[in-house]
């Protein structure tokens, strides 16, 4: 059974500082991986989608990671600002059959200006 | 583009009532649609996947005849939370996926907050 584990929990940071989110699974058999952010209370809105194949993907001052041999990803996230406050999720899919997502915790990240 | 939209956004009920909560694609045809449950501080676990116009299929562990699900047409799926219980206040959030060019993705709406007294 696929387990997704994302560390830290909670992260503070000052604005303006660059910082790193972590998601480990343990099958590496996946078909991609789905970095998320929700707002309090809120749904999610898809930030970046790394398919098996690919080693990372970036949007403005997003770039995420994929190391499907070790069963890792990461968000980097370039020069933080108070308004990318929020729980970031990140979510695998198991195979191009099946559309199920198996998501972490999330790390609840605090930006103080 | 790729729009989801729940209604309602907050609903608090009396235990033993039902609640049915509307998941709807506004922009695109949803070929499957999904619906979530989330704890605080937990990982949204996946309740059921449904194809419109069958049956839905439930995870492991979910009361099929306590989360009736109807996925009607290719635009709306609804959750109806049967004889709810204190135990069953959480967060529901559905998704859903088409065809096409965006098939990988899923694509969130914004949650349902469900409270039973």
């Known amino acids: 059974k696929q387990e997704v584990t994302q560390i830290p929990a909670a992260l503070s940071v000052p604005e303006g500082e660059n910082l790193v989110l972590n998601c480990s699974f343990t099958?590496?058999?996946?078909?991609?991986l789905q970095w998320f952010r929700q707002d309090p209370g809120k749904g999610l809105t898809s930030l970046l989608l790394?398919?098996?194949?690919?080693r990372e993907q970036t949007s403005g001052r997003l770039n995420a990671s994929l190391d499907k041999s070790s069963g890792r990803s990461t968000l980097y996230i370039a020069a933080s600002q108070p308004g990318d406050s929020a729980t970031y999720l990140c979510a695998v899919r198991a195979g191009a059959g099946s559309y199920q997502l198996t998501f972490g915790k999330g790390t609840k990240l605090s930006v103080i200006p | 583009g790729a729009v989801v939209s729940q209604h309602p956004s907050r609903v608090i009920c009396k235990s033993g009532t039902s609640v049915k909560i509307e998941c709807r694609s506004l922009d695109f045809q949803a070929t499957t649609m999904f619906w979530y449950r989330q704890f605080p501080k937990k990982s949204l676990m996946l309740m059921a996947t449904?194809?419109?116009?069958?049956?839905?299929?439930?995870e492991q562990g979910v009361e099929k005849d306590k989360f009736l699900i109807n996925h009607a047409s290719l635009t709306l799926s609804t959750l109806t939370v049967t004889s709810a219980h204190p135990e069953d206040s959480s967060f529901y959030i559905c998704s859903a996926r088409t065809s096409g060019r965006w098939a990988n993705e899923q694509f969130f709406g914004p949650g349902t907050r469900l409270t039973v007294l």
């Open positions: 099958d590496s058999a996946i078909y991609n």
């Open positions: 449904s194809n419109e116009g069958s049956k839905a299929t439930y």
């Open positions: 790394i398919q098996s194949s690919q």
